[in-house]
């Protein structure tokens, strides 16, 4: 079962970016806002699972980014 998450960020002009790259992670991404994605992981078990693992990634592209602040909560 897929599990789904929203990721915010606070620089919009970066989402796209973002997007890209959890595609690019094999997650499936798609934009609901102009600072927000929610991000389908389908290889988590859980949704804490889910949840680590996006943060863990979102965190790490934020940093490479001009440490840009990042927000998740389940979808």
Known sequence: MPLSVVIEIDVPRLLPQLVSRL????????PISSQACRVVHHQAESLSVAMLELRFFAKAWARAHGDVAVCLRPA
């Open 23 to 30: 595609r690019a992670a094999d997650c499936a991404a798609e």
